[in-house]
């Protein structure tokens, strides 16, 4: 069962898992057996982004490098472009992000996932990414920072 | 509906929000444009505020709530007011049915929010419609 590191900052309480790694810009990638990888949204990133209306991420097939865009969201208040945190080929897409994208906001860490890469280097990659603890602290400080509490 | 009841009509109240600017377009064009008769605007703030007048309009008569965001204050307001929720209405829902309406700006909506909250209006006009109808119905009966 996943843990939580939790804070609350202003009115908002945000939630890191503990189970996967994160990259600078707020994405996840959890190792699922051999190469296999799931990647999603943080809370944070999916809170600050706002409500999502539409989830377009790249076809199974597509070839990544780390770096590369993984697929774009459009929110209620910005439309962003997803850096994928690792290199390999797409396997598997959530079919939710289809017809309902809301999940990256219900449930990011579950249901909201987006793909699933079979990683080229998850070793070299996941080098690259930074622990929950450290993701977390990060989180923090960049939402008060927001909220105007430092 | 029985003689002068309305369907009571309870838009978002989020000020500085585009989509709750659009919740409240659709609001203003149904009941001042499409079917003032009716229909009845109710103020989220006045709900909040537990005014008697509006507590008891959407305590008498059918509501349909229009959500600006996922935290959906109208429906919540209009349920916990004792109203009886005939619709609910979510604007992102509705911008996900017509992609090429992205609505921008606050105070004033651009063209495509102002469309996005005329075809919302014209949607629920229909279901106003559906409303007195089925109740015509009931009072023939």
Same mark, same amino acid.
């Given at each position: ?29 959890? &190792? ?32 990544? &490098? ?17 850096? %994928? ?24 860490? %579950? ?31 960049? &939402?008060?920072?927001? &909220?105007?509490?430092? | ?141």
């Amino acid at each position: 069962m996943t843990e939580f590191l939790e804070t609350m900052v202003d009115k908002f309480t945000f939630k890191v898992a503990t189970d996967r790694l994160y990259s600078d810009d707020g994405l996840w990638a959890m &190792a699922e057996g051999e190469n296999r990888v799931r990647i999603g949204l943080s809370d944070f990133l999916q809170q600050r982004s706002g409500d999502v209306a539409f989830a377009e991420i790249k076809p199974v097939g597509a070839a990544l &490098a780390r770096g590369d865009e993984l697929g774009t969201i459009e929110t209620i208040k910005v439309n962003i472009e997803l850096v %994928s945190p690792i290199s390999g080929e797409i396997v598997e897409v959530n079919p939710l992000m289809e017809f309902e994208p809301e999940h990256i906001n219900q449930d990011p860490y %579950s249901t909201g996932w987006l793909a699933i890469v079979e990683a080229a280097d998850w070793e070299g990659d996941s080098a690259n990414l930074i622990d929950p603890h450290a993701y977390f602290g990060r989180m923090k400080k960049e &939402a008060e920072e927001e &909220a105007g509490n430092l | 509906m029985t003689g002068t009841q309305r369907v009571v009509i309870v838009p978002c109240s989020g000020i500085g929000k585009t989509y709750g600017t659009v919740s409240r377009e659709a609001a203003y064009n149904l009941t001042q444009d499409l079917r003032p008769e009716g229909t009845k605007l109710v103020a989220l703030s006045l709900l909040v505020l537990g005014d008697e007048q509006a507590c008891a309009d959407v305590a008498e008569s059918p509501a349909v709530t229009i959500d600006g965001c996922k935290l959906a204050c109208a429906s919540k307001m209009v349920a916990q007011s004792g109203g009886r929720i005939a619709r609910e209405v979510a604007v992102l829902d509705v911008y996900r049915q017509h992609r090429a309406l992205k609505p921008e700006g606050i105070s004033e909506l651009n063209e495509a929010g102002q469309e996005l909250a005329q075809v919302l209006a014209e949607e629920l006009a229909e279901f106003v419609d559906d409303i007195e109808s089925q109740d015509g119905e009931g009072d023939h009966a």
